[in-house]
């Protein structure tokens, strides 16, 4: 069968990237010929700006939120050589200039990422293919969507009648966490699978194993896996920098820029997960991150704040990495003296990804 999988796979961000290079590998585990689908505008321009005038309303969003947002911006704008990478990557890896505009599907798979995600100012406003609305397609399923901070109660009657009628599209629907059920749920009352992000649940052993990073990184080094300056505060950087100086760590930053960790050159995404496999330590508090830190690293920080809340303490719980969890800075060094269990967590994704696998099977 032809399957498209309509994704966020455009997005500069190692996640974005691999998540989609994972969900199409294991689909075509099966026989599938697998494309992705590139993300519209809305059509709707008055559902277009709801979204755009909520994203900034919504509770958990504030000045530094809106900052931080800006700063993305920038940074994509004038990291070049970054943004050829990810282009190589999508040319290379996902195949998507062969990707034809009135190609008909046999199935399209919407996820994995923040697909749900529409009270927040992005360039495609409020599109209902994210929802189930695919017109070329002949069946739809969602895979570990995540409606990331939209909540059903700050929708409009519009923007929640639009999404409704979306999802009333769709065959199955699998959720990456309980939030995302929550929002699911509240709008269609239909069941929900939960299933593991791609990532997590995919195999890179092939891809990594004969990659070799260690001219591109130092010998013993720490990764601050972020967003662009989102670790800022004194307290945070003077802690990690604390750490780094005792255990004679250099500390790098492969993914958003810190102002007080020296820029480095970017990695392609699998040399990142190389990087954390090597790392002697992880700071994160990106869902992505954490992930990779779960996966490959051996010591790991995970600082859970207000606006990540909902995607991280459900993702640590399920991966049960709670006890990586920062929760107060001065127990970095505790939180991080705590290896990694890599037998625990390598079974947890196993079973995980048995799962996924059946669910995929079961529903293309």
Not at 127 to 133: C, E, I, P, V
Not at 187 to 215: H, M, Q, W
């Amino acid at each position: 069968m032809k399957i498209g999988i309509l994704s966020m796979q455009k997005v500069d961000n190692y996640g974005s990237v691999l998540q989609a290079y994972s969900l199409k590998k294991m689909i075509e585990t099966f026989g599938h010929q697998v494309e992705f689908i590139d993300i519209k505008r809305g059509e709707d321009e008055n559902l277009n700006a709801q979204c755009e005038k909520l994203s900034f309303c919504s509770e958990d969003k504030d000045t530094n939120w809106i900052i931080f947002q800006i700063s993305r911006v920038i940074n994509k704008l004038s990291n070049i050589m970054s943004e050829r990478m990810y282009n190589k990557f999508r040319l290379n890896e996902l195949n998507i200039n062969k990707v034809a505009d009135n190609t008909i599907y046999d199935v399209c798979v919407i996820g994995s990422d923040e697909v749900f995600n529409c009270l927040q100012k992005s360039k495609w406003g409020f599109d209902s293919q994210l929802f189930g609305n695919v017109k070329n397609a002949k069946r739809v399923i969602t895979y570990a969507a995540c409606c990331g901070s939209t909540r059903e109660e700050n929708l409009t009657d519009e923007l929640r009648t639009a999404i409704v009628a979306a999802m009333a599209n769709l065959n199955s629907i699998s959720v990456r966490d309980e939030n995302t059920e929550k929002f699911v749920r509240a709008l269609t009352k239909k069941e929900c699978n939960y299933n593991l992000d791609p990532v997590a649940v995919g195999d890179f052993s092939e891809e990594i194993r004969d990659i070799d990073i260690k001219k591109k990184l130092p010998n013993r080094y720490c990764i601050v896996y972020a967003y662009k300056d989102r670790i800022s505060d004194d307290d945070t950087i003077n802690a990690i920098k604390k750490y780094c100086e005792k255990y004679n760590l250099v500390l790098i930053a492969p993914f958003g820029e810190q102002k007080w960790i020296k820029t480095m050159k970017p990695l392609t995404p699998f040399e990142l997960l190389k990087a954390f496999e090597n790392a002697d330590c992880i700071v994160t508090d990106t869902f992505h991150g954490t992930i990779f830190g779960a996966k490959f690293g051996k010591r790991m920080a995970v600082i859970i704040r207000d606006s990540n809340r909902n995607k991280l303490e459900d993702l640590t719980k399920r991966l049960s990495i709670e006890n990586h969890v920062l929760t107060d800075i001065n127990e970095l060094e505790k939180v991080l003296s705590v290896e990694l269990d890599r037998v625990g967590i390598d079974n947890v994704l196993k079973e995980a990804r048995k799962d996924t696998l059946k669910y995929l099977e079961e529903n293309l």
